[in-house]
């Protein structure tokens, strides 16, 4: 299977998709993947989590009612520039009549990372986000004394994680004050692999809070 950013195509017809009929019924999400498959290949195996099943975990998350944005990052990509990128799209979406409370940004590991910057940036208390695997001990975001989230905000930790902190344990996100939030710790015994898979244990609460009021 080539390589294929399969999903970058709705940026090309958005507008369309966004004036169309009933088009503020719709939920926007942004999928964020691993730092895994900036460097790698669809097809390439992570030599202790396999493969990184990217395609499945965005056929699992789409639906009817759903418009999902999502590619395959460059390698090395800067997690500060291109979660400016992310904003400006949120950002054009929200000038185009889309309410901030029907997006999401939902990123696995480093792009978890990517859209707590995100979050950050916009500082938009109606944005919606799910952090997956993007919580850990003396992390670079909580090194940043000033780091402060906003947003409605699920985080998702897998208790074999190595060095993993539950995010309500994290400064930057006890100083945010954030007044709708939810975490769960899954116990799949996958450690950081639970994120390369698309596991319902994960995608499931994901897509719930995706269309949570």
């Known amino acids: 299977m080539k390589p ?41 195996k992570h030599p202790q989590y396999g493969v990184a099943e990217y395609e499945t975990i965005l056929n699992k998350l789409k639906d009817k009612n759903t418009v999902l944005i999502s590619e395959k990052r460059k390698a090395n990509t800067d997690p500060t520039v291109y979660a400016q990128k992310v904003k400006k799209q949120i950002d054009s979406l929200m000038k185009k009549g889309i309410p901030a409370g029907r997006i999401t940004v939902v990123g696995t590991s480093q792009g978890g990372y990517i859209a707590q910057y995100v979050s950050n940036y916009e500082k938009n208390s109606q944005l919606k986000f799910v952090f997956i695997g993007a919580s850990f001990k003396d992390d670079s975001l909580e090194k940043d004394k000033n780091f402060r989230l906003y947003g409605r905000i699920l985080s998702i930790t897998e208790k074999s994680d190595n060095g993993h ?4 344990k994290e400064q930057r996100l006890i100083r ?17 692999g639970f994120l390369f898979k698309a596991l319902n244990d994960w995608i499931a609460p994901t897509k719930q809070w995706i269309f949570h009021k």
């Open 4 to 44: 294929r950013n399969i999903y970058m195509a709705v940026l090309s017809f958005l507008s369309v998709v966004i004036y169309g009929q009933n088009s503020q019924q719709k939920q926007y999400i942004f999928f964020l993947h691993n730092k895994f498959l900036e460097d790698h290949s669809f097809d390439e």
């Open 165 to 168: 902190v539950p995010m309500s």
């Open 176 to 192: 945010s004050g954030i007044k709708d939030f939810k975490e769960i710790e899954l116990n799949t015994g996958l450690n950081h």
